[in-house]
């Protein structure tokens, strides 16, 4: 099982759950790579249609389910249905063991200029029923078959043998009349063509009435009896034209474009109705074809709009989707964390009391988060993108307890477009020569760099050599930026004529810009500042080539707390903190030196967080110096001071005893003094306006009224007291 990617796995395990709930039903898909997501939905619809088919191959009993694919006489049978007969609905019909499945895919992103998209997800969903069932059969069904007012309630089972009960008018069959009116307006009609209208004479008061007179009355009173049902058809006919060419979907698009039907109640009544009738639609079919139907809504990349639209489409799940006999299984496939974001960001559509998670979970029933991919997992797919393939095998075969495997339909994992690299050029490719000014490059070899790609490649593919598969993302498009950064910084290194480092270190470098492009860009900046600093005065912190990137993160990693306030979006993009520590403190000791030379390499580093940086840092330098006019002590001095150390530092300035009694019994330290609010700690202190100056001054130094006066923490929802510095460490 260890060689079995983990996205067909929790595929097969919710498709499996999927086809034993009861609708309706709201799942939350959750990962962060939408490649992944993208996979496990089409493994679902793999292994739920094979768990269809399944039971329909053994159901034994009759009458058999009909065909997907309706032949002449069930088209036949189903508009004789839908003109004549309504369906029962039985506790029979009611369990019945086959099942159909219609996937229905809305992205949401494809309908995000839309002010209503929740709109746009019921039009989706119309179209895809009038592909599947057919236009017409639809038509005839909103004409024939739909009362919004009967239909409005819920089902009334009956205890009754038969599944369809005829349409009448009174008590005879609406069929039985359209049928004796048929052929008494046929014999009718037979009959004049035959024999004509008679020749009547009568004498009114000794009057001959002419023979044209009575022949003109018989006419009209034939062609009145034989027009009435002719006007009936051709009024259905029309009716039944306007449904297909002017239908739901054109009134629902005229709703969005009115801006004054939009912003009333209108629209959204009219949208209500139509997916009533969408699923007394499925409930008719149902009966007719002899098999559940199931629809699974499958809504995608709604984490990309607008906070607005999304708590929009959120309500449309929880009001249009969520009858109690809905057929529908909504499956929201979005990235959680991205998502949450974004509710919390939506103005006025949240109360105070609620928060986005609770917001969410009125609305999923089943939450499913994709887990990470394991280590194995992710050299598969690596190693398929490097050649060019599939990310994920085809052909992977499941076991099932009891029943035989699933080797049966081929699990269609997705399949990019795009290849990332594809080892095949042409000799004469290979043979075309760097292009330089005054021919001073020699000809690249891309022999040798082909061979150095390679290596790198296997460092992370293969499971032996190292632990590089531990760091890579599980999301497909960081693998893609891993595998083109790791090609073009070996080209730039030929081209330069470096003398390129071992594979596994350029491997490892271009991991490391991926997973944590902020905390490297920190060191970057923190190694330049000390070796411009070297420069000025020859600082201690002079440039030491040997010293480890670690090292330099450590000594600075105080600083970059504090300041975490002002970088906190770039933060976010970083990975694990703790996988960094291992990353560079155990696995891959990168020293300064090496990174001198990858810098000149490095084309996946995103250098406006750099410069972020440099000015967040740059800012503080300014407040150092205010420091050292006022003979203020620095945050690190200030951080490691104890209790006792705080009372020593106050009698050298001259405070009053009491103020060192304070400090003593509210147990205050170097610490607590840099990371509580000053207004509460003047407070605590009671010092007069002169007398907390002096102390804030020398303590906390020179800060701007303007700018925040204490170091804000990370958000840390389950320890909201607890500061997480940007290494990992809680301070």
Known sequence: MTDIP????????????????????????????????????????????????????????????????????????????????????????????NIRYMFVRFSAWHFAGSDLLWAGLVMQLSKALQNSFGKLQLGLFRIAQHDAEKDAGKKKIEDIPKNWRSKKLGYIPIWALILTGFI???????SIIMFGFPDLKEHLEGEKVEESSGYGALEGFAIAVLGVPAVGALRFILLLLKNLIFNQDLKIRQGLDNKKVSQQLGLMH???????????????MEIFERRRIKVVLEITNLDRCTPKKIVGVLDAINILLSDEESPFISVLAVDPEVLVRQVQQAKYCLSKRNSAFEFLDRIITLPFTVPQLSNASKSIIFENIVRGQSEIPEDIPLQETGVSTLGGPRTLFSVEEECSIIYSETEEEQAIPLIAKKGNFAELNLEEVDKLTESAFSCITSRDKNKLQTYISGDTMSMRRVINSIRVTILIMETRKLEPPPPEKIAAWVVLVDRWPCRLSWILQCVEDDQQSDEIDRSFCAADNTKTLWEVFSYNSLELCIVGYAVENFLERDGDPELFEIFLRKDFNFTVGELEMFKLCTVNLNYSIKNELARVRGSRRLKRAGRNAFLSLSSRTVMNMKMEDICQEMSKLSFPEKYLEMVRENFIDGRTILFSDPKDLRQVLQMTLGEWMTFKIHFLGVIPPSRPTQAKTLPNDTNPGVVICPSGHRQ
């Open 184 to 190: 008494g307006s046929l014999v009718i009609l037979v």
């Open 6 to 97: 983990s996205d067909n796995v929790y595929a097969y395990a919710l498709s499996k759950t999927l086809t034993k709930v009861s609708s309706p039903l709201t799942v939350g898909l959750y990962s962060e790579c939408h490649n992944r997501i993208n996979m496990v939905l089409k493994n679902i619809e793999v292994y739920m249609n094979h768990e269809a088919k399944i039971r329909e191959e053994k159901y034994t009993k009759e009458p058999k389910p009909r065909s997907i694919t309706p032949s002449i006489s069930d088209m036949l049978s189903l508009i004789l249905r839908l003109l004549f007969y309504r369906p029962v609905w039985t506790e029979q019909n009611q369990k019945m063991k």
């Open 270 to 284: 009219e949208v209500r109705k139509e997916m009533r009738l969408l699923c007394c639609f499925i409930y008719f």
